[in-house]
């Protein structure tokens, strides 16, 4: 069974810090997608970046960054020089790849609630 | 990005009637859409699977004649809370698959009194 573990609950930093949310995965397949995904107070989830369990490398897209290490099952998730606006939740997740695609379920975390202030 | 649409952002109800919620994927078609639960400080909780043309597949302890879910057309899937009680107030989000990726509705705020 798949599993996602977002040890930290909640992180206080202050604007202009960077933060990194880390992200741990438990599972069998060897084909499989990571995914980060945002919560603002509104509610709706915001997809930020999905990686193949066959690329390793880091990716940066702006003020975010992602390193993903299949040698310690990690997906960790850093922002640089965080923003008030960044402030939501964060949730990590995992889903196993099927021929086509569908029908394979998001295994959640749950979630980071990062609170950025000034 | 994939635009998902999802409506009403927020019902209040009396209890025991039924609401209709609606996962629209505005600019591609989705052969899946999920339906979730959340409540308050917690992760999403996923109910059912819908697959467009065929019965919906329901997480175990999700009963299946109290949230009736139909995926009629590749664009569309409801959620239908039948005989809504206060135990059901919570938050409702949908998701719709564009390959590998889910994109999420912005979430239905469902109050029963």
């Known amino acids: 069974a798949q599993k996602v573990t977002q040890a930290q609950t909640e992180i206080s930093v202050v604007e202009k810090e960077d933060v990194t949310l880390d992200c741990v995965y438990e599972?069998?397949?060897?084909?499989?997608?990571l995914f980060w995904y945002k919560q603002p107070p509104s509610g709706e989830l915001v997809f930020l970046i999905r990686?193949?369990?066959?690329?390793?490398q880091n990716e940066i897209s702006g003020r975010y960054s992602w390193n993903f290490q299949k040698s310690t099952s990690s997906f960790n998730f850093t922002i640089t020089a965080s923003q008030v606006v960044d402030s939501a939740v964060y949730f990590c997740?995992?889903?196993?790849?099927?021929?086509?695609?569908?029908?394979?379920?998001?295994?959640f975390g749950t979630g980071t609630q990062l609170k950025v202030e000034l | 990005g994939a635009v998902v649409s999802q409506h009403p952002s927020w019902v209040i109800c009396k209890s025991g009637t039924s609401v209709k919620i609606e996962c629209r994927s505005l600019d591609f078609q989705a052969t899946t859409m999920f339906w979730y639960r959340q409540f308050p400080k917690q992760s999403l909780m996923l109910m059912a699977t819908s697959n467009e043309g065929s019965k919906a597949t329901y997480e175990q302890g999700v009963e299946k004649d109290k949230f009736l879910i139909n995926h009629a057309s590749l664009t569309l899937s409801t959620l239908t809370v039948t005989s809504a009680h206060p135990e059901d107030s919570s938050f409702y989000i949908c998701?719709?698959?564009?390959?590998?990726?889910?994109?999420f509705g912005s979430g239905t705020r469902l109050t029963v009194v």
């Open positions: 990686r193949n369990s066959f690329d390793e």
């Open positions: 997740a995992l889903s196993e790849a099927g021929v086509t695609g569908g029908g394979n379920k998001l295994t």
């Open positions: 599972t069998r397949d060897t084909t499989y997608y």
């Open positions: 998701s719709a698959r564009e390959w590998w990726t889910d994109f």
